[in-house]
């Protein structure tokens, strides 16, 4: 049983700054891309960020310059880095991996979401 479970969400002023946390855990073989989407009401969950095992990054136009995505893949852990938070990024925050478990089966897993809130 493959679980990734999300931390670091909440509320926070305009231009303040959230750190997100994705810990992946079970019978996991190799991790490869993760990745931090998001998701509003009425809309599409949006790619936000996605990183390799080695480190290339990949960015929404809407957060270069702001967000920093980041990997530990020691402790098979995604990070987030919010600064210079906006009304616009208010949305759940949801994690991705591609995963290959112990029986070489792989596909993608998804955490359970952390709300994000900026105020205006």
């Known amino acids: 049983q493959v679980q990734l479970v999300e931390s670091g969400g909440g509320l926070v002023q305009t231009g303040g700054s959230l750190r997100l946390s994705c810990a992946a855990s079970?019978?996991?073989?190799?991790?490869?891309?993760m990745g931090w989407y998001r998701q509003t009401p009425g809309k599409q969950r949006e790619l936000v960020a996605a990183?390799?095992?080695?480190?290339?990054?990949n960015y929404a136009d809407s957060v270069k310059g702001r967000f920093t995505i980041s990997r530990d893949n020691a402790k098979k852990t995604a990070y987030l880095q919010m600064n210079g938070l906006k009304p616009e990024d208010t949305a759940v925050y949801y994690c991705n991996a591609d995963i290959i478990t112990s029986i070489s089966s792989r596909r993608a897993y998804w955490g359970q979401g952390t709300q994000v809130t900026v105020s205006s």
């Open positions: 990183i390799t095992p080695g480190g290339t990054t």
């Open positions: 079970g019978s996991i073989f190799s991790i490869n891309a």
